[in-house]
């Protein structure tokens, strides 16, 4: 099948590609190459992509009019994946008009280009963030998502309520999903366990907020890859639930769907792992928790498994020491550039 996927050169885009080139699908990937973080480590990953046959790489900003519009009209996709946005939660604080343009405009844009070009799945990345002030645990796509705390999270569901709208106006099969702290080779610099080997191999002091009571519910890039792998096949259609964890829509072929393990780990824990994996020991400067942060992630898997029959399942005894093994291989060094 033909595959459009937006944020190719980022961290997830540019793993789901390389899935979907490697069953031998053909990807046009699109990407803004925004310098949010090193563009240096976003060509390394167009280049790994570039080696492999069938892959189109397209590079523009979503949000200028009428520009994704055209590229579905050249690749006439057989399905969309959209997860390209303005990442980052505390960056939000400092920058919100960077998520208005990018996670609701960019998305609007999106929109309309699969309006115009229709295709067999939509599918739009969303974030655990979503949950926001809620307090129940674990998170369940059911929960109400009316106390966003930053505006990376209010973009996002505003993506989600937008994905909707669409899904139902113009039936167009959709599927969004909410990513739960995804980890991994390749990873984004920006990220707690990247800026954590970062310094602790540049013998810098490591900032761990709340404490180190904070606990995130870790997902590792391939256990996230193949549970969208798996959803792409299963475009929600109306009266047609799965279970009574669906949350099928009555109005519209639209599904909300977490992805996640829905086992936390303290970022102590998270630590204590890394600091063997990379044989040193952090110093750790306790902080409390900043504006927009959350306290505990923890994510209902039920809809997930009933979909598809898949939970992720990788430990972080696994997963960090894979993402070490790749960072000393690709910057050759003990320790990396700053983002």
Not at 53 to 75: H, I, K, Q, S, Y
Not at 227 to 237: E, Y
Not at 262 to 273: I, Y
Not at 286 to 298: A, H
Request: aromatic fraction near 10%; proline fraction near 7%; avoid cysteine.
């Amino acid at each position: 099948m033909r595959f459009l996927v937006t944020g190719t050169a980022g961290f997830i885009g540019f793993h789901l590609a390389r899935r979907l080139l490697a069953a031998g699908h053909a990807v046009t990937g699109i990407d803004g190459m925004t310098d949010y973080y090193d563009v240096a480590l976003k060509e390394a990953r167009l280049a790994e992509l570039a080696a492999l046959p069938d892959f189109t790489a397209r590079r523009f900003m979503l949000e200028e009019p009428g520009a994704f519009a055209v590229a579905m009209a050249e690749a006439r996709p057989d399905i969309v994946l959209h997860l390209a946005a303005q990442a980052g939660v505390r960056y939000s604080l400092e920058n919100p008009g960077a998520y208005v343009a990018s996670n609701m405009v960019g998305t609007y844009e999106v929109l309309e280009g699969v309006r115009l070009h229709p295709v067999r799945h939509f599918l739009f990345a969303s974030t655990s963030s979503a949950y926001g002030g809620n307090r129940a645990v674990p998170f369940r796509e059911t929960d109400a998502t009316a106390s966003p705390l930053t505006i990376y999270a209010a973009s996002k569901i505003a993506g989600e309520a937008m994905a909707h709208a669409y899904a139902h106006v113009w039936g167009v099969p959709t599927t969004a999903f909410r990513f739960f702290t995804v980890y991994g080779p390749w990873g984004r610099p920006d990220m707690a366990l990247y800026l954590f080997t970062r310094r602790i191999l540049a013998g810098e002091p490591v900032e761990v907020y709340a404490h180190g009571r904070a606990e995130r519910d870790f997902t590792y890039i391939d256990d996230l890859i193949e549970s969208i792998w798996r959803l792409t096949a299963l475009p929600p259609a109306v009266g047609a639930p799965v279970s009574a964890a669906d949350t099928l829509s009555p109005v519209a072929p639209y599904r909300l769907v977490n992805i996640g393990a829905g086992r936390p780990v303290s970022v102590s824990a998270m630590l204590d792992v890394l600091e063997a994996a990379l044989g040193r020991r952090a110093e750790r400067l306790l902080k409390p928790l900043p504006p927009g942060d959350l306290v505990r992630t923890v994510a209902s898997a039920d809809l997930l498994r009933d979909l598809t029959g898949y939970v992720p399942a990788t430990p972080i005894e696994v997963g960090i020491p894979a993402f070490v093994a790749w960072y000393r291989k690709h910057y050759g060094e003990e320790a990396a550039p700053a983002p």
